[in-house]
């Protein structure tokens, strides 16, 4: 895309990448992802974020279109993931003479993925720096994503660039603001991104936006998909929503089935969610990658988890399921369990033992041998309304 003025003098020169499958190398990317990267221009010229390696050199073109890449004085580096730092080595080439700036704990990173050290200078929490008709301010949100993120604050046109913060996945269709798009559209791969790359880290994101409120802002353009020019508190709310981990009243039916046993018993649990009025989403385990069935238990504050009995365990793709909530320390949920076993069982004793372990509350468990009978059947749609309808209590629906 070429580059675009979001406010006088600020850039936008990032580029889409939809040739990478899975981010971080694990997270697939069916709609693409956009590297935001920004061009604060005064009588200094200051270049916010870069791009993944594999971008950098059409990233370089963009810049061109807006200034000759060797007169940047400030790269800044508001975070060292490699798909906001990967161009810095071309930039160190194309931009000989420019100062890098970054958190303190970027410092020794530098060195480590680039062996870069010469011309780079720590700033500090607050430091403001006068770039003449423009002013930049640093702000550190450690652990939005990494130790070293901070974020940088334009003054004179109240823009903020979080990097990570309040990004998402899915490239920029043509256009980079949110009120130029269906926000339906985006705002599933929003939530996965939020869910999948920085959920884990809710608290330091909830201590970023506390952080953060002092600023008068405009805008928020964030290093990953839509800026947000009109009402960004729309996006702070969203990400200050998830990060507290309340949960919208719904449910999250994530089941794996070998034989279609399991999956018998979780039409019916549905059926019952949905008769109490509660939305509800079906997730094969083992057909759907984890990031959206993460993204989906992050969404809703109800979860049916159900699993055929696997060598006397739960079965792996719902295993590896909640292993990765586990791991992303998502709380508050209210759960329901059911499964199918051929002789002995023991897939959900293991499920409701991890479950307490994460605090959430068990409402109910099914178990039941080979096929559901009508029996099991109707209790597996009434397992689905009790879930519901505690769902719907704690919500004071
Ligand atoms: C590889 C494999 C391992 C299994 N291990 C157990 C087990 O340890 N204990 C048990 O009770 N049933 C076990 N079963 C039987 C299944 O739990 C049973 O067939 C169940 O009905 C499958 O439900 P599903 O069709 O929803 O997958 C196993 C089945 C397979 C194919
Ligand atoms: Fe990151
Ligand atoms: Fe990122």
Known sequence: MVPREIR??????????????????????????????????????????????????EFVRNIAEVVEPARIDYLVVNHMEPDHSGALPLLRRMAPNAEILAAPPARPMLAGFYGIAERVRAVADGERLDLGGKILSFHHIPFVHWP?????????????????????????????????????????????????????????????????????????????????????????????????????????????????ETRKAAEALARGVAEEGLPV???????????????????????????????AGVFPPVEYALRLLERK??????????????????ALRKLREKVEELGWEVVGELGFPGEPGPGELSGARELGKALAQRIKTLAKI
């Open 148 to 260: 070293e993120t901070m974020a940088t604050y334009e003054e004179t046109e109240g823009v903020l660039f979080p990097c990570d913060a309040f990004g998402g996945f899915r490239a920029l269709d043509g256009v980079l603001f949110a009120d130029e798009v269906d926000f339906s559209l985006y705002e599933d791969e929003i939530l996965r991104y939020f869910a999948n790359i920085v959920g884990m880290q809710s608290q330091a994101v909830l201590r970023a936006i506390e952080k953060l409120k002092g600023l008068r802002i405009e805008v928020i353009a964030p290093s990953h998909g839509l800026i947000w020019r009109k009402n960004p508190e729309r996006v702070v709310e969203l990400y200050a929503r998830w990060a507290r981990m309340e949960g919208e009243a719904g449910v999250a039916l994530i089941f794996g089935s070998m034989y279609g």
């Open 281 to 311: 989403r079906v997730l094969d385990a083992g057909r759907i990658h984890p990031s959206f069935l993460v993204r989906d238990a992050w969404r809703f504050s109800g979860l049916a988890l159900g699993s055929p009995t696997y060598d």
């Open 329 to 346: 320390r998502l709380k508050n949920r209210v759960v329901a369990l059911f499964g199918s076993h051929g002789w002995k069982g023991g």
């Open 8 to 57: 006088p003098g600020i850039f936008w020169v990032g580029v889409n990448d939809r040739t990478t499958d899975l981010f971080e190398g694990i997270w697939p990317l069916p709609h693409g992802v956009s590297y935001n990267a920004y061009l604060v221009v005064g009588r200094k010229i200051a270049l916010i974020d870069s791009v993944k390696e594999h971008y950098a050199e």
